[in-house]
């Protein structure tokens, strides 16, 4: 496995459990990828996976928790039902209730004209989560005709089909920036799974994300596999026909007999730079998929006691619509944001620390891309200060005080997360989705080595549940997915 991300964790896992010899190779410190966390002056913060959804017993990530053996290893802490998320439009707030008939409800109250058009919306997302096996864990009753469907027509066009108030329609992609929804491209699909998936249940980890990175890599080494930080996969070996195994640091030779590769597809591409088994046209279709934007993190510990801790994850927008908030300029940015807090312990009363992410362009980044974290200068310094500084003032004027209860802020940009990640351009989720592309923009599980497959965010989708998605599409090919799917219900049983 290249890669100790959630995508190369778990499907070292669901080999290991299968009786493969798994060993995951990873190029930093700590294991996880989006799933790591860091430390400054005794507060922790997750730097990726923020929060999960459907994770009540019963629903699908419970399902695939208990698989991955990793169920009892977890704290969660449920977000506010009646608000797990909070949407404000140039100062209007909406909140989002969990489950169908208490959002319904909720959206009802604030659009009374809308409640017909709401079910049907409703009815639409769940038209669309069912039609998937893999979100239904029913193998063989994928829909196609409905999967393609919403796949090449934008999130935009669709709800103008179904809601009638343009305002509601903004409210209802008010999260958008957990897929960075751009108008008119991403497929209405990647919209209703998001929906499903936090509406059914929402929750933030109690103590930080890694704690699935670490509960993973201890499954694996309990079925005898080896997990490796410091291993950066520099090339991936082939003969004429298959790969034989991977190069480490640049010098020391690993074999294998299957290679999955969980790192951005681009890096892949990298590894196999000197074999002809890769078409030349598939590189370049891989080389010039586009990417979401990136972020812009700016890590806020707080002086004791002083900040009630927020069980709704807020998304501000300084004006009546969360779309283009990737287009802007200098006057206009940050065009919108999400502020959350982080959880430490149960039954939290003050948060110690919280986090703001904003749209950022790599752009801007241009003096300092041939830098690396720790050595990008005093220029760089100063630009990320005075980003922090205007981000945590936009955030003030819905939050009036909070500046002042700030003991320290940390920042992170796109240039961070490429370091740490290896994603190309710092890009937010990796790959774009694009209904114009079809399947030109997507990226497949299998290459054209026999050997040699792809996991992780690009290859379903990003977040917890579209990674693990993926992952079991990739250890299908070597398991079959209908035995996989039994050894998940089976699991949850």
Request: negative net charge; aromatic residues 12%; hydrophobic residues 35%.
């Amino acid at each position: 496995m290249i890669g100790g991300g959630l995508g190369g964790l778990s499907s070292g896992v669901m080999l290991a459990k299968n009786g493969y010899e798994v060993t995951v190779l990873d190029q930093g410190y700590q294991i996880g990828g989006c799933l790591q966390c860091f430390s400054r002056h005794g507060v922790k913060f997750e730097t990726g996976m923020h929060f999960i959804g459907s994770a009540d017993k019963g629903q699908i990530l419970h399902k695939l928790f208990r698989y991955l053996e990793i169920d009892d290893q977890l704290s969660l802490s449920r977000l506010d039902t009646m608000c797990y998320n909070v949407i404000s439009l140039a100062g209007q707030r909406f909140n989002f209730a969990n489950g169908r008939e208490a959002f319904i409800g909720q959206m009802a109250d604030y659009f009374p004209k809308q409640t017909d058009h709401l079910n049907r919306y409703f009815d639409l997302i769940e038209r669309i989560a069912a039609a998937s096996s893999l979100h239904t864990l029913k193998y063989g009753e994928t829909d196609n005709t409905v999967n393609a469907e919403y796949q090449l027509r934008s999130i935009n066009d669709v709800l103008e089909s179904v809601i009638t108030d343009d305002l509601l329609r903004k409210v209802l992609v008010g999260d958008l920036s957990l897929y960075a929804a751009e108008y008119d491209k991403t497929p209405f699909s990647v919209h209703a799974f998001i929906m499903d998936f936090y509406n059914r249940s929402a929750f933030r980890f109690i103590g930080g994300s890694d704690s699935v990175a670490k509960a993973l890599t201890e499954v694996i080494r309990r079925y005898e596999g080896h997990v490796y930080t410091r291993s950066k996969v520099t090339r991936i070996l082939c003969d004429h026909t298959r790969a034989m195994g991977v190069e480490v640091n640049g010098n020391d030779f690993w074999g294998g007999y299957y290679i999955i590769s969980s790192v951005h597809p681009k890096r892949t591409m990298e590894m196999l730079h000197d074999t002809s088994l890769i078409r030349p046209v598939f590189r370049e279709r891989i080389n010039h998929i586009p990417q979401t934007v990136g972020v812009f993190s700016v890590y806020l510990h707080f002086k004791e006691n002083t900040v009630p801790y927020m069980n709704s994850n807020f998304f501000g927008y300084n004006s009546l619509t969360p779309w283009g908030c990737e287009h802007y300029d200098e006057a206009s940015w940050p065009k919108g944001y999400l502020y959350m807090h982080f959880c430490n312990s149960p039954l939290q009363m003050y948060a110690c620390s919280g986090l703001i992410l904003s749209y950022m362009r790599m752009d801007e980044l241009e003096p300092w891309k041939q830098t690396t974290v720790g050595h990008r200068g005093t220029d760089y310094q100063d630009f990320v200060r005075e980003k922090a500084l205007r981000l945590i003032e936009s955030v003030e004027v819905q939050f009036p005080g909070l500046k002042n209860r700030i003991a320290h802020f940390y920042t992170s940009s796109p240039l961070t997360y490429r370091d740490y990640t290896g994603t190309e351009d710092g890009a937010m989720y990796g790959v774009a989705k694009d209904v114009s592309l079809g399947i030109a923009g997507r990226v497949p599980y299998k290459t054209r080595i026999p050997n040699v497959f792809m996991a992780g965010q690009n290859v379903n989708s990003h977040g917890m549940l579209g990674v693990l998605v993926g992952s079991i599409v990739t250890c299908g090919e070597l398991l079959t997915p209908q035995y996989l799917y039994e050894q998940i219900l089976e699991a949850d049983s």
